[in-house]
């Protein structure tokens, strides 16, 4: 009787080792972090760019760089990013990055989109990135590109002549700021002393 209990007792033992084994050996991979989106995370020393992705713009040739960064710097950072496409192509992206949480790439945000332009990238591709901000070494990573295919991307798929109509606004508010810096210089000589 007490061998049986014995045997018992050490079967079962053994069973529970073997089903609980292979913590022992194998990682585990949820311990890895990764990005949960189709995106990717990039971390540089004061700040990190979360879900990054070009988004490629209706003529497929022009692309909406689109990420969320957290600066934990307490100031402006400025990030550059270095896209690196198939031959000599490249194109480059400055950011100035306020702290806290920003969201860029929205047309309907508070950032005005960045758009580059890569000859010969089409979506379902990944590109080759240089991310390097003020102070901190470049890191590189490879970043997808993506189309309107997807529903959640559809609203950052920017209409084909969207650089030209930023810059003509841009063009727009610098006239109207030029008009009103001149109305009150005039408005001062006009001014008893």
């Known amino acids: 009787m007490k061998i049986r209990i014995a045997s018992s007792i050490a079967l ?23 990005a ?7 971390s540089t020393k004061n700040v990190d760019v979360r879900n990054i992705m070009l988004v490629a713009d ?5 692309f909406n760089v689109v990420f969320s960064a957290v600066n934990r710097s307490g100031s402006t950072q400025q990030l550059t990013i270095n896209f690196v496409g198939a031959g000599s192509s490249s194109a480059s ?10 969201r860029f790439g929205n047309p309907d945000g508070e950032q005005t989109p960045v758009l ?6 089409a979506a379902g591709a990944t590109v080759t990135a240089y991310f390097q901000a003020a102070g901190s070494p470049e890191v590189e990573y490879k ?13 950052y798929v920017l209409p084909a002549d969207f650089s030209r109509a930023s810059e003509q606004a ?13 109305h009150i210089a005039e408005n001062d000589e006009d001014q008893p002393q």
């Open 36 to 42: 949960p989106s189709d995106g990717r995370d990039i």
């Open 116 to 121: 580059v332009s890569l000859p010969g990238l």
């Open 170 to 182: 841009e063009q727009s508010t610098a006239k109207q700021q030029e008009a009103a810096e001149s």
């Open 58 to 62: 209706e003529t497929g040739e022009n």
């Open 143 to 155: 970043v997808p590109v993506l189309d309107g295919t997807l529903a959640e991307y559809r609203d």
């Open 93 to 102: 992206a400055e950011f100035d990055i306020p702290t806290g949480n920003t």
């Open 12 to 34: 079962a033992a053994a069973l529970a080792l073997g089903a609980t084994g292979c913590s022992l050996i194998a990682p585990q991979g949820t311990l890895e972090p990764y």
